[in-house]
Structure formats: C-alpha cells, structure tokens
C-alpha cells in the first residue's frame, strides 16, 4: 500500500492533472450526448406524435 | 473499533445473504420468462418470486449495508466511539424482525404485490409491518449518525467534518426526508386498507406519495459507493482526493435534488399535470450534475495515482493505475457500468421520450446496470477493503476479488444489454410466462435466453462473493492497517470549511422549499378535485 | 504547491458549467419535441368513478371500441379489467389523427403499443387519454405493461391499423375486428 507521495512528486504531476479528467470526462459525456442524440432522432421522433 | 466491529459484522452479513438469495430468485425468474421451461412455475409463485427478489434487493441489502457502512465511518472516520451501541442493537433487531416478517408472508403467498406496492391490490398487513419495522430501524440509525457528528463537532469546534461522516449524515437526512412519502402511503392509506379498516382508497394519491419516496431512495442506496469513491478510491490507488470541497458540495447536492424529482417515475400517469412533470424533469436533469462531477472529480483523484505512477500524456495514467488492486479495478467498471446506466436514465427522464421505454425491459435494465451494477459493485469493493480491518486478517486471495468483479461487470452486461434493445422492440414488464407462439415475441427468445445466461454469470459471482469474505475466516495473516489508513487524503486539507460544508441547516430549508414548489401542488390536488376511489383488491386470500 | 485550492474549484466549476450546458441541449431538445413535434406525456386529469363506469356512459359496453363522431372525430374507447381489455382488438386508420380513452374499474394497469410512442398508464379513478397519428399499418400488440395481479401476464390487446381507405364505419359510426 501506498505510504503517499512526497510533497516534490505531487507538485510536479499536479501541472498536468486535471488534463487527463478533463479529457476523460468529456469524452465521456460527449459520448452520452451522442448516444442520446441517436436515440432521440433515428428512434423517439420518428415513432410520432403523442399528446 | 470499539462497537462497529460486531455491528458492521451482523449488518453485512444481513444484507449479503438476502442479496444471495434473491440472486437465486432472479435467476429463476429469467428461467421463467425465457422459451425453456422452468421448474414451480404459477403466476403465484412467479410474482411472489419478483415481491421477494425485489424486497431482498431494494429495502434489505440497502438498508441494512448503509446502516453497516455508516457505523464503520461513524467510529473509523471520527476515531470515537460510537454513541448509544445498545440502540444500533435494537434496530439491528427491529430490522431482523422485519424483514423476517415480510419474508415469511412473502413466501406464504400473501404478498405478491411487488415490491414497489401496487395499491389498490393490498397484501396480507403483515408484509407492509415488516417494512416499517425496517423502515423504523433505519431511522434510529439516522438519530445515531446525527448524534455522532454532532458529538465529533462538539469536541472539535471549528474543524471540518471528515468528509466520510459528513456524506454518511448527508444520506441519513436524505433518508429521513426520502421516507415521508411512503411512510405517510403506508400510514394512512395501505395499512388502514389492509388491517380492512378501509374498503376504498385514491390510488392517484397513493402513487405520487410512492414517488417521492422512489427516485430519493436509490440516492441513499448510491451514497455509499459515492463515499467510496471519495474517500477510499483516491488511496488505494495511491493518489489523493483532488477535491475536497467539490466532494461535500457533491453529497450536497444529492441531498437537494434526489427528493423533488418523484413524478419522473410517473410521467406516464394521467393523475398528474405536465406542469409539474416537466419541472420535476428539469431538477431530474440537475440531479445528473453531481454524477457528472464525480466523473471528474474522481477522474482527476485517479489521474494523480496514475501520474505518480508515471503515467503520461492525455490518457497514459489510465494504464498506469494500480488495477491489481481489487478498489481500483471495481471503481473503473463503476465507471463503465455508470456511463451505460446513466445513458439509460437519461433517456427515461426526458419527458416525452419516456413514452418510448415506460414499463418495458430497458427500464430494468437500467436499474438493474446503475444499481445492480455501478453501485453494487462497489458494494462489495467496500466489503473488500474493510474485511481485513473487521477480521483482524489480510486478505487471503486478491486474485479471487478479482475474479468475482470481472465476473460480476460481464454477467450485468450480458443480462442488461440485450434488454435495452428487448425494450425497445416493446417487450413489457412483469411477465411470468410470455407467449413465444406470438411471432412478434419470438423473435425476443434467443435474447431473453442470452440476458438469462448473463444472470447466471451473475450467481456464480455473487456466491464467489460470499466464499472470498468466508476465506478470511481461515486466512493465515494479520492485518497491518489500521482502519483511518483507508482513507484518502485531500489535495489541499481543509483546515476549515464554511459552516454550509460542514452542516445541514441551510439544506435542510432549501429541501423544505423545493419539495413544497414540487409537490406541494401535486399532493394537495387530490384534496382539491375530489378524484374518485377504487375499491380495495386483497391478494392474500386464500384460493 | 502547483496549483491552489483556487485553481482547482475553478477547474471544476468550468467543469460544472460544461455539464449543465450539455444537460441544457437535452432540456432544449425535450421542449422541442413537445412544442413541435407534439410528443408530450399523457397528462389530461380527467376522473371518473371505477364503480360505476361500466354501467352508463363513455365507457358502458355498447360505446366501447373505435367510433367515429359526427364531426369526424376518431376515439377508440377501451375499458382494461382484471386481466383482459374490452375490446380486445380495436380497428384505428394510419396517417389520420386518432385518440385512444381508457379507463379501469379495479386496479392500475397500463399500455404500450409496440414500435410507437402510445404508452400511458391506466389508474382507477381517472380516464387516461392519448392523441397520437398511426404511420405504419399492421397488428401492432398492446399488452397490460403494469402488474395487475396474479393473470398480468396473458392481459394483451390488439391495435389494428389499417390503410385509411379500408377504414369503414358502420351506420352508428363504429368499426371493430370482427367486421373483416
């Protein structure tokens, strides 16, 4: 188990995070918004009007 | 650990055995529903099945592995003793009692109203006492939670709540505000009806008092997985909690908008206004704000571990990642089961679009991926990780935890997916036996049959479950950690914390408010139009 | 240290915003779809009492099915019991706008039809009412979707949609299945 990182080691990685959440995340969620998109467009709409 | 050992002991051990139990239930269930013929099949023993299945998932391993959880956080987070043990007992016993009083009317027929009752079809009263005593015991676990930060914060004046015990309390307020709605259904209208002190009742009302309680209720079953994530995956990855105050702000967040978004479970009754529909599916989209956080938050926690490790480049700390390590590894299926899950749970909350999916199988495939999946999962990363600390041992097989997790995320995906399509092509729920001469429905057998084999997957996983925490019964080596030792740590630490982060006296008005803007119409309308009754359908009588 | 505390909630409130935003493209594709395309939930609130609705009225038997009002009008009635629907096949045109009523004298049941977005749920008490356009013809299925007891899972119906050519109303203005 980790004993945790030296003040030196978090210093120098903390320049890059958060790039690779970010990247990660919206990746992620840009997915989802596709994926709902298809749904919404080739499936919901054309099944037609409800009221 | 003074008290939690024994606590979190028998809590678990309630909660995985009904979980066992009710993945074998499942299993038959989809046997059932599948071309091949299935063993004991009525439509008596089917839908009593899917009443117990359901009780066993949704009221007793949750509330009895949140009520587990809690007092583990309670006394390792605070490094105090829990306050008042002898009443963690006596609900620990209410809680048995309960459940054991549900499950034996259960299984005697008397129930098979399903879990998410169906007034006006009334069971035998004896069910619905069983879920209030559970119900009652998960509240004097509330007072207890409250007790002891309000106790830790006494002894501490100034310091911020550590961020396990202030999500922990988080849930229990949630909790006490989330059970209000089916605690007044089962007050005044089921129970009445069922002790036949009633013949009629409004059915309208009795739907949307459920519904306040059905989406705030899956929060409090997520929260400590969210915990997890927040306070143990960022260390046993070797990182720290990129954020400290987004996680409280997170847990504050559930805690607002988990409880004024019921009708989403209802937009397809007529009972209710598109009005108040559509607002309650605009703070449902709200609700997905603090997933979508958590992404990132925990993605950037991750990203650190990963980083240290040597990871580089946009997604090189990804690989990096300590994936051997059985938190590590649940948490990235998590991830994936939520992304899938979360997919599903947005389609079904947006309004009109519910209409596409309303009472097929993709609904229960989304909650079986998001809760089955993503948070149990991580249920049983947290069982991992604190049975060393319980048993006094180390464990014995990490192999085998992994193992059982692969098994546990590809038995889901297999059951789950093809119900999405399944879903889609108009395959309905609640189904004991479907007519495969229908050509329509027979075309779904070979899916329902490849959904069955994921569900076996998922029985063989969760009985390897249940052997890996029985190994540390006969494991040979101590434990070298110390409880507090599986806590992350912050980024930045907050010396302190404003009085918002650290409490819940703001929250508590700001609930008041929205769920009176939410529901105050909803509810009082079935006082205003004077909708007429239905009549009471017993289903416990004998045949 | 690298990056403050400062930095890091802003990197997550640039984060939040990003995720409201793409929730709001949802939101806004909702609205959407119910002001233009009219896809919105069943919602009308109408009462009736389950007593006593199978005795006079919208829902007594001779009224049931599809029928077509003086003025043009084309509401197929169905009442849904424990376990099967009265009519068990209703007769609606494609490409015309047609409303289905239900209404229930027991318990909750509910209704999809397959491969449209017809789907609303049916509670004592109150008549449930959708306004839909059928764009393909053929038996589509509309089973009871929501448990109902113990004979749930054999309530079906049928949902013939039929060219509007081939849709003839009788002298009262009803057509059913069985006039084929």
Redesign the interface.
């Known amino acids: ?2 004993t ?2 030296s003040d030196q ?18 990746l ?2 840009g ?3 596709a ?3 298809l ?2 467009f080739l ?3 054309p ?5 | 650990m003074t008290h939690a050992r024994n606590l979190t002991f028998a809590h678990l051990w309630v909660a995985f055995i009904a979980f066992t139990i009710a993945l074998v239930l499942g299993v038959w269930q989809m046997w059932a529903r599948s071309p091949l013929p299935a063993p004991f099949l009525t439509a008596s023993t089917y839908f009593s099945s899917v009443t117990a299945h359901g009780t066993a998932t949704a009221y007793v391993l949750t509330t009895f592995m949140v009520m587990g959880f809690g007092y583990y956080v309670a006394e390792t987070a605070l490094a105090r003793p829990l306050p008042a043990p002898r009443w963690a007992w006596i609900a620990f016993a209410l809680g048995v009692a309960g459940t054991l009083m549900a499950v034996v009317t259960i299984l005697t027929g008397r129930a098979a109203v399903l879990f998410t009752f169906y007034p006006p079809l009334i069971a035998s009263v004896f069910y619905y006492l069983g879920l209030v005593l559970v119900v009652a015991a998960s509240w004097i676990w509330c007072v207890l939670m409250l007790i002891a930060m309000g106790q830790w914060k006494r002894a501490n004046p100034g310091r911020p709540v550590p961020l396990a015990m202030f999500a922990t309390v988080a849930n229990a307020v949630m909790w006490l505000w989330t059970t209000v709605g089916v605690a007044a259904e089962l007050l005044f209208q089921v129970i009445p009806a069922a002790l036949g002190l009633k013949a009629e009742m409004d059915v309208g009302l009795s739907r949307t008092l459920f519904s306040w309680t059905l989406h705030a209720i899956v929060y409090f079953w997520l929260i400590p997985s969210y915990i997890a994530f927040y306070t143990m995956v960022p ?1 046993a990855a ?3 909690l ?1 954020s400290d105050t987004m996680g409280r702000l997170t847990f504050v967040l559930f805690l607002l908008y988990s409880l004024p978004v019921g009708l989403h479970h209802l937009l397809m009754d007529p009972q209710q206004s598109n009005a108040f529909k559509f607002l309650q599916v605009a703070l449902t989209a709200l609700v997905s704000v603090p997933t ?1 956080l958590t ?3 925990i ?2 926690s ?3 571990a ?3 490790r040597g990871g580089r ?3 090189g ?2 690989a990096a990642l300590p994936w051997e390590r059985p938190m590590v590894l649940a948490t990235g299926l998590a991830f994936l089961m939520l ?1 899938l899950g ?2 599903g749970g ?2 079904n909350m ?1 309004y ?2 519910n ?2 999916v309303h009472n097929t199988s993709w609904v229960t495939a989304h909650f079986h991926l998001i809760f089955g999946g993503t948070v149990v999962i991580m249920y049983f990363a947290i069982a991992y990780a604190i049975w060393p600390t319980l048993t006094g041992r180390a464990a014995p097989s990490l192999a085998l935890q992994r193992l059982q997790l692969w098994l546990w995320f590809i038995g889901m995906l297999v059951m789950t997916l093809p119900w999405h399509t399944l879903g ?1 092509l108009g395959q309905w729920r609640r189904v004991a036996t479907f007519n495969y001469a229908d050509p329509i429905i027979a075309a779904w057998g070979p899916w329902v049959i490849v959904s069955l084999i994921g569900g076996v997957i998922l029985l063989a996983s969760g009985l390897l479950f249940v052997y890996n925490l029985l190994e540390f019964n006969v494991a040979r080596e101590p434990n070298a ?1 110390a409880p507090g ?1 599986l806590y992350a ?1 912050a ?1 930045h630490p907050p010396a302190r914390v404003p009085a918002t982060l650290n409490g819940f006296r703001l929250w508590n008005a700001l609930v008041l408010v929205l769920m009176v803007l939410a529901y105050g119409y909803p509810l009082a309308q079935f006082f205003i139009i004077k909708s007429p009754e239905a009549l009471v359908h017993r289903v416990d009588e004998r045949r | ?3 403050a505390e400062e930095g890091i909630v802003r ?1 997550e409130l640039r ?1 939040a915003a ?2 409201i935003g ?1 929730v709001s ?2 939101m806004l ?1 909702i609205i959407y ?1 119910g002001l233009v ?4 939930p ?1 919602s009308n609130i109408e009462t009736i009492d389950p007593k006593t609705l199978h005795l006079t009225g919208e829902f007594s038997e001779p009224n049931l099915g599809t029928r077509v009002a003086a003025d043009g009008q084309i509401t197929s009635r169905i009442v849904a019991t424990q376990f099967t629907f009265v009519p068990r096949c209703i007769v609606l045109p494609a490409n015309r706008p047609v409303t289905l009523r239900f209404a229930t004298p027991d318990v909750i049941h509910g209704i999809l039809v397959t ?5 609303t749920m049916i509670v004592p008490g109150y008549v449930s009412q ?6 393909r013809t053929g038996d589509l299925l509309m089973p009871c979707h929501e448990y109902c007891g113990l004979g749930h899972s054999e309530m079906s119906a049928t949902v013939r949609v039929v060219p509007p050519g081939d849709f003839k109303p009788d002298s009262q203005g009803g057509v059913s299945c069985d006039a084929r």
């Open positions: 188990m980790a945790g990182p080691d978090l210093e120098r990685v903390m320049r890059e995070v958060p790039r690779g959440a970010f990247a990660l995340a919206a992620t969620t997915l989802l918004l994926g709902w998109l749904v919404y499936i919901f709409l099944r037609g009007m409800v009221s | 260390q070797g990182g720290r990129y979508l992404v990132f938050t993605g950037a991750l990203e650190i990963g980083r240290l480049g946009l997604f700390w990804i992304g979360g997919f947005l389609i947006s009109g679009m209409a596409m889609l950690e030792a740590t980024v | 240290m690298a990056i990197s984060w990003i995720s793409v493209v949802i594709a779809a395309h009219h896809i919105n069943p491969g449209t977005n017809v789907n959708v306004h839909t356009v059928f764009t």
